[in-house]
Each structure stands twice: as C-alpha cells, then as structure tokens.
C-alpha cells in the first residue's frame, strides 16, 4: 500500500494527457503519437502493452501520464489513469527509421566525410544508444576507434574536429564596449568550432572565449 502511495506521488510529477480509441494499445499508441510527434527520419511506430492485466480495461476517457525525462526508445512505464483508478502499464514502443551506419571502413583518427556514411533504415530502439540519425550530426567529427562497413556509429566513437590544441599559441580577440585588442594566449584545453575553450595570457589572466572557425579565440568582457 505505502508502495502504491509512493509510486502515485512519484508520477504526479509525470505529464498528463487524453486520448480517446476503441482499445487500450490504440489509445495508447494515438497518445504517443500525438503528444509526442517523431522527428521525420522516423517512420513508423509500433505500441506493444507488456503488462498483462488481469481484465480487459476499457476507457471512454483515458488519461495516460509518462515520466518528464521520457525517451522515444523501448520500455516505457505508463500511468493510465481510468475513472479514478489506477493502473501502472509497461510499454515497448517499436520504432523504426533512418539512422547513420559506415559506408565502408573508417580508420581510427579518421576526420568523418560525407562519403563515408550511408543512411539505413530500421530499427531504432535495438540500436546502440546515441547512435547517430543524421548525417549532418557526424560529418567533421573525428573517429575514436575503427569503425567498420555498415555499423552503427554512436556519439561514444566520435570526438569533435579540434581547431585548437592544448598548450597551443592562439590568437585572442577581446571584444569590449568601445574598442577591440588583438593579442596572443596559450590555449588550455582542446576546442572545435563554436566551442568555448580558457586560454592563458601573457600576464598569467585566465580568460574563456569561443573558438571560431579561422582558430582565434573571441573573448567577450
């Protein structure tokens, strides 16, 4: 009881929303639909209930709650909520669409091109987390491992393409109010394009800037 008290309270916090359907998996399978619209890389979506219930559960007017850090992918735990009953379902949502697989094999250190890459289309929620869905979101990165033809490639294989290195002399450039100064600093970490990185000055001042696309450092004060 105290279990089931706790676990009302913990999905208090989820959010809340109606659908109507002739069946329970139509309901819910509108609710994810329609609440939760996919992007475009996705196709379709499959709704499978893994509870199994001890009588069928029939709503005119469902009320389906999902946690606030839901994720499109997999199990799912749901609070359907049915003229002021409770019920605590769990849900496999079945997704498939494209995602991002080698086109052939890409050495270790390898900075990632258009060529290298092949878009498939399957299943999403079996594939590694993190795995990439667009091209755009992997081309310029560089690879961590060797990645092989026709394999997922997933955020944790990829790093970012570093305009600037560590203990690297860099050029600075300080915006002010009223004026600008150009000088020189060592970089004291790695940074990509757009990426916020510390460098050290001459006069031993810690300043962070934003690494453009030419390797400065923009420093704004």
């Not at 080698?102 to 258009?114: D, E, L, S, V």
């Not at 394009?193 to 690494?211: A, F, P, S």
Request: hydrophobic share 40%; with cysteine.
């Amino acid at each position: 009881m105290i279990l089931k008290k706790i676990m009302l309270c913990f999905f208090l916090f989820f959010l809340s929303f109606k659908v109507n359907s002739s069946s329970l998996t139509d309901q819910l399978s509108n609710f994810f639909k329609k609440e939760y619209p996919f992007e475009k890389n996705s196709i379709n979506i499959n709704v499978i209930l893994r509870t199994r219930l001890k009588k069928n559960i029939y709503c005119k007017k469902p009320f389906f709650s999902v946690p606030s850090n839901f994720r499109y992918l997999g199990l799912v735990d749901v609070l359907l909520t049915c003229d002021k009953r409770h019920y605590y379902l769990q849900v496999e949502l079945q997704t498939k669409g494209e995602y991002i697989v080698a086109n052939r094999k890409i050495p270790r250190g390898t900075k990632i091109q258009k060529s290298d890459l092949k878009i498939l289309i399957g299943r999403l929620d079996i594939l590694p987390n993190n795995t990439y869905l667009k091209k755009e979101d992997v081309i310029n990165k560089v690879t961590l491992r060797d990645i092989f033809p026709l394999q997922p490639i997933t955020s944790f294989m990829t790093r970012p393409f570093w305009l600037v290195h560590i203990n690297q002399n860099v050029v600075i450039i300080i915006h002010e109010e009223n004026f600008t100064i150009s000088s020189t600093a060592i970089s004291l970490s790695n940074g990509a394009e757009n990426q916020e990185i510390r460098v050290k000055t001459k006069n031993g001042k810690i300043l962070t800037g934003i690494v453009n696309k030419n390797r400065e450092v923009i420093i704004s004060v």
